[in-house]
């Protein structure tokens, strides 16, 4: 009998009423193969699934989870604030405490707006850069991922790439028109559409360090020169820090590169594991947001007390015990070194992309800077391994174009176990047919 029989089940039941049996498409394995695997229960850096199966996650929710699943004062603190009801319609002090603390924690944020996903956050970000300047255009980079909003459906990373879509159905050439794009870390492509578009670009949004082509680091200078564009072209420049966002640092990618954006967007970490996001900036921008300014934006469940809690709380943790991230970039460094070591000693090609508790593992033979480069890699061999850690317990991301997030309920034993499986499976295979 397969030890997933019961997620079998499951997903053939799921694929009856569900489109492809999922939610969202990342899950359904369509990259890896197979059939997709149905959670039960987490606790701490432990997955366990539909036939009892123990799992270590490295992908935590896709960030959320950054202090294990199930973290004790969340829970605490949802199963509290749930009696007072799970919705008013009408404002809390609590969205004034989640607002404040988040200025104590990240630079350039004078006002910020809570929405109920990343998705929304871009959308909005994008719509208020276009009211605030006056322009339709703006640029993306080729494999960012900014959330399913039609301006950004234009070569938009991992979901897409594995599918196969280029171009999405339902997204009309009006719209697609004025999403300009450019290979990442490409600068000499940026100051042409620069140039081409003079007077037209409204903005600039890219993930400061990515993970939606596995996880792909900013070269030295790059943002600090899209920086310099945006201010002399009047360009509202938009980090997009929906994965980055309190997880590379409390201050997020912004005070770990030290950059200032004008415009930054959040999501995962920010709610703790329930659906929230967030857009915020400059007062001088922002301000143009309704109902202060006249660019529109709403939502009935935005700052929803019960998902407003479970940020807090986990914000509040993150805040307090700056050891996080040291802890976090130790253990991160450590998986990253153990595997290095083991394809080295089976003579495996590759690149391992690192920045805090955001890692890939490529295997390739060049450097990976950006899509192009990330799909060159051997896709192949990244779904082979895939499928061996998850039937030994480990629960990589399910494509090899997602950068995988370490939690800090992970145990050094559990990195080791990790690494070890890196050898058991090249050992199994040989360096023979790897190549
Ligand atoms: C996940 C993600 C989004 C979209 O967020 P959702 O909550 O899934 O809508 C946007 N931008 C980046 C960088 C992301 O990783």
């Given at each position: 009998m397969s030890m997933y029989q019961n997620s079998k089940q499951l997903f053939e039941r799921a694929q009856q009423s569900i489109p492809g049996g999922v939610n969202s498409p990342v899950r359904a394995f369509k990259s890896v193969g197979g059939t997709p695997v149905f959670m039960k229960s987490a606790k701490g850096a432990y997955l366990y699934d539909a036939d009892g199966n123990q799992y270590i996650d490295y992908i935590a929710s896709w960030g959320p989870m950054i202090l294990g699943h199930a973290y004790e004062p969340v829970v605490k603190a949802i199963q509290e604030k749930v009696t007072y009801s799970t919705s008013f319609g009408a404002p809390t002090e609590l969205e004034i405490k989640m607002a404040e603390l988040i200025k104590t924690m990240?630079?350039?944020?004078d006002l910020i707006r809570m929405v109920s996903s990343g998705t929304e956050a871009c959308m909005s970000a994008l719509r208020l850069a276009r009211g605030y300047t006056g322009r339709n255009k703006f640029i993306k980079f080729d494999g960012c991922y900014h959330g399913h909003a039609d301006a950004f459906l234009v070569k938009a990373g991992s979901g897409m790439a594995t599918l196969n879509i280029q171009t999405v159905p339902g997204v009309t050439g009006g719209v697609s028109n004025d999403t300009l794009t450019c290979a990442y870390n490409d600068l000499p492509a940026v100051e042409q559409l620069v140039n081409q578009y003079k007077g037209e670009i409204a903005a600039i949004i890219i993930e400061p360090v990515v993970g939606n082509m596995g996880c792909i680091l900013p070269a030295p200078g790059f943002l600090e020169r899209l920086r310099k564009i945006c201010d002399e072209e009047g360009i509202v420049f938009i980090f997009d820090e929906v994965m980055t966002g309190f997880r590379l640092a409390a201050g997020g990618a912004q005070a770990k590169l030290n950059i200032n954006a004008d415009l930054i967007t959040y999501g995962k970490v920010i709610g703790g594991g329930l659906p929230v996001g967030a857009f915020g900036g400059k007062k001088e921008i922002m301000?143009?947001?309704?109902?202060?300014?006249?660019v529109y934006q709403a939502g009935?469940?935005?700052?929803?007390p019960i998902a407003m809690i479970a940020g807090y709380t986990l914000l509040n943790e993150l805040k307090n015990n700056p050891a996080i991230y040291e802890e976090l970039d130790a253990k991160t460094k450590y998986l990253g070194d153990g595997i290095a070591a083991i394809l080295l000693q089976h003579k495996i090609p590759n690149r391992i992309n690192r920045f805090g508790s955001m890692i890939s593992v490529h295997f390739c033979?060049?450097?990976?800077?950006?899509f192009e480069s990330a799909s060159r890699a051997n896709i192949l061999l990244f779904n082979q391994l895939f499928h061996f850690m998850l039937d030994n317990g480990v629960y990589l991301p399910?494509?090899?174009?997602e950068s995988w997030f370490l939690n800090n309920a992970l145990t050094y034993a559990d990195l080791d176990k990790t690494i070890e499986l890196f050898n058991g499976f090249f050992h199994t295979k040989g360096a023979k047919d790897t190549k």
């Open positions: 990240v630079p350039n944020v301000q143009h947001i309704a109902p202060l300014g006249n009935t469940l935005s700052g929803n033979d060049h450097d990976i800077i950006d399910p494509s090899a174009y």
